[in-house]
């Protein structure tokens, strides 16, 4: 049976990756990301049409024949793909976890499970972990293979059904199984306390059926009339392509997607496919054109290969300005000759009957699942063991006084103790892991200056009364708790100088999300500076109040976006040559500036002394991961235990004064 093409499905597939491909670009279309579900909705239609033709010839389905078809049409370029990044992931990327997710991803797509493996090894969608793994974008693929598995087998129990009165019940059935789909998603969308619902929601087929499912009812009404009023100068296709491109417009990654937010583009998508090409106007002048229509055939392939190409690019040049839109460009070649050589191929074969279908299934399978394997014990037993010594010079302040880093869950915060036999008033540290990695020198410092030192941090915790979200770890880091914790020892604690630093990053990236005492979200930066604003401000004056003196500490100079540093991350090549990195202070002040503006303006109007170490750490205005007496920076916002205790005279002359 020959495949089902129209000219304007064609133009569909076109536009929906032309979106995902501009957004992934970083070209202003932010929600381009809703091509997949445009994606997920022909899906629906046309193996909806593809199936019915066949019933309708036959009696029956060839299940057999349905999924090599499938299997013939995808795994040729899938395999390709993954083969070739591997090898390219092999000799480029970090073997500290990175190299190992893209792996462990690689096989998973193979087998159609990725979507499962995805949210365990890189988090959600829209994390920065995420955008690391080059076999990102196979969750759709594994979706949609996961659909064509199931779908063809409930289709058939159902056309079989002679009996009227049944078949009316599966039909609401069906309906209700739907209608389930999308609340599941829409209440799971509003969920956003719960990281792993998120995931679940973004990533899974019960919570996705329902857009697959609106392609399957697009198809059984693809023969209605229409309105007259609503075929008059064939608005309803142009209507709709405009919802698709406004979509694609107004959403973004914090539009808790899919949901409510997804309905507009995937019943827009519907409605294009049930008005059908024959009409004039967009979907005949435009969808069906040539061009559009060219780029839709190669649609399959121009999505396997751009994403690869934008991880690695990004990996190698992160300074680059536009990277990802040269890497995309980069891939058009690539996946051009793949789409010429095994998907046309492929499609030309008119009898599938005399392919060796076993050596396509062990080539297409095997090869990528063998590369994959070879290359994860390359990693993991050669490359890994080789750069030892490299993470454990780097070591930061948990691997010394892990009990008093507080780390959410079941556990409880806690305090560690130094040099309790001195007399002169104790100094308390407190704060994030930028509070932390500050202790082994401030422990060596207050043992100088005669002061006992009392140190409790948390992990990803700011020190205000509020929950911290992070969409990231897909967790709430119950801040509060340790916040209270703080507050209940200060006041039974003997009066003393407490010490407070955490980072900037909560407020200024989007995946950190702060909860109000009134249950209101701040997602934006400005509303998180804001509550920053109020809540230290609370904060301060609670410790003062109590009799402390408060010292805040700035975060140090952070190695972020382009000068992105950890030596869990180096590339291969640049572990070979040593791993180090150094960036000008001034960019490091540019990416501070608003958050060490607004923590002034709370230190000033209390009348807190505010400590910046920035100089210090970087003399020459240059800062660097490595000096001449070792390892400054342990990643790229945290110092190492050598260095800190290289602080020691700072922190002396802080505490004197």
Same mark, same amino acid.
């Given at each position: ?27 202003? $279309? ?15 239609? $046309? ?24 299997? *013939? ?12 990044? *591997? ?22 797509? $193979? ?27 196979? !969750? ?53 306390? +719960? ?14 059926? !329902?857009?697959?499912? +609106? ?63 024959? !009409? ?18 190669? #649609? ?12 690695? =690019? ?27 050589? *095994? ?6 074969? %008119? ?11 062990? $080539? ?7 590369? =994959? ?14 750069? %030892? ?71 990803? +915790? ?53 909860? #109000? ?12 500076? #804001?509550? *920053? ?89 240059? +800062? ?6 070792? !390892? ?26």
């Amino acid at each position: 049976m020959r495949g089902y093409r129209r000219g304007d499905i064609q133009g569909l597939r076109g536009v929906a990756v032309l979106l995902v491909l501009i957004y992934h670009a970083d070209l202003p $279309v932010h929600g381009g990301f809703i091509g997949v579900d445009i994606f997920f909705v022909i899906s629906g239609f $046309v193996i909806t049409q593809l199936l019915r033709r066949e019933f309708e010839e036959t009696g029956s389905i060839n299940l057999f024949e349905f999924y090599k078809r499938r299997y *013939l049409r995808l795994a040729p370029n899938l395999a390709f793909m993954i083969a070739s990044t *591997l090898l390219a992931v092999a000799f480029l990327l970090p073997p500290f976890g990175w190299q190992q997710d893209a792996q462990k991803t690689a096989v998973s797509s $193979v087998f159609s499970v990725s979507n499962f493996v995805l949210p365990n090894l890189s988090g959600g969608y829209f994390d920065l972990n995420a955008g690391k793994n080059p076999f990102l974008h196979t !969750w759709s693929l594994s979706l949609e293979e996961q659909f064509y598995l199931i779908f063809p087998i409930l289709i058939l129990l159902f056309w079989r059904t002679k009996n009227t009165n049944i078949k009316e019940f599966k039909t609401f059935l069906v309906v209700l199984v739907l209608s389930f789909s999308l609340l599941l998603c829409i209440y799971l969308s509003t969920n956003i306390s +719960c990281g792993s619902c998120q995931n679940f929601n973004f990533y899974s087929l019960p919570t996705r059926a !329902w857009e697959f499912g +609106c392609g399957v009812m697009a198809a059984r009404l693809r023969r209605i009339q229409i309105p007259a009023i609503l075929a008059k100068n064939n608005f309803l296709p142009l209507f709709s392509f405009g919802v698709i491109i406004l979509s694609a417009f107004l959403l973004n990654a914090q539009s808790n997607y899919p949901g409510l937010a997804t309905l507009p583009p995937v019943l827009a998508t519907s409605l294009i496919l049930i008005t059908g090409e024959k !009409w004039e106007g967009i979907n005949h002048n435009f969808l069906s054109r040539n061009a559009i229509a060219k780029i839709g055939d190669m #649609s399959y392939s121009l999505y396997l290969w751009h994403w690869p190409f934008i991880v690695l =690019a990004k990996a190698i040049w992160p300074s680059i300005t536009n990277i990802s839109l040269y890497a995309t460009f980069a891939s058009l070649f690539p996946a051009y000759l793949a789409y010429l050589i *095994l998907e046309k191929k492929i499609r030309s074969l %008119t009898d599938l009957r005399n392919v060796k279908y076993l050596q396509y299934i062990i $080539v297409f399978t095997f090869v990528p699942v063998i590369i =994959a394997t070879t290359t994860w014990i390359t990693a993991s037993k050669y490359w890994q063991p080789k750069f %030892t010594n490299l993470l454990v010079n780097t070591q930061n302040f948990t691997t010394i006084n892990k009990k008093c880093h507080y780390d959410g869950g079941n556990t409880q915060p806690q305090n560690c103790n130094f040099n309790l036999h001195l007399e002169s008033p104790p100094i308390y540290l407190i704060g994030d892991s930028n509070a932390g990695h500050l202790a082994p020198g401030l422990e060596q410092a207050s043992l100088v200056s005669g002061h006992p030192l009392i140190v409790s941090t948390a992990a990803s +915790c700011p020190f205000i009364n509020t929950k911290l979200l992070d969409k990231t770890k897909n967790r709430n880091w119950e801040c509060q708790k340790y916040y209270s914790y703080i507050m209940k020892y200060l006041k039974e604690a003997r009066k003393g100088v407490v010490i407070i630093s955490f980072s900037e990053r909560y407020f200024t990236d989007a995946n950190y999300i702060l909860e #109000s005492d009134e249950g209101n979200y701040s997602k934006s930066v400005l509303e998180k500076y #804001s509550l *920053l604003n109020s809540y230290l401000t609370v904060a301060i004056k609670s410790i003062q109040s109590l009799g402390h003196e408060v010292i805040f500490i700035d975060p140090v100079p952070h190695f972020v976006k382009k000068y992105a540093w950890s030596p869990r991350e180096c590339l291969l090549p640049s572990l070979l040559r040593g791993c180090e990195m150094s960036m000008p202070l001034e960019y490091s002040e540019a990416e501070q500036k608003v958050y060490k503006n607004e923590i002034e303006k709370v230190t000033n109007s209390l009348s807190v002394k505010n400590y910046d170490l920035s100089k210090i750490i970087c003399p020459n205005t240059i +800062c660097s991961t490595k000096n001449q007496n070792g !390892w400054i920076y342990s990643d790229g916002s945290h110092l190492t235990n050598d260095f800190s205790k290289q602080l020691v005279e700072e922190f002396t002359k802080l505490i004197g004064n």
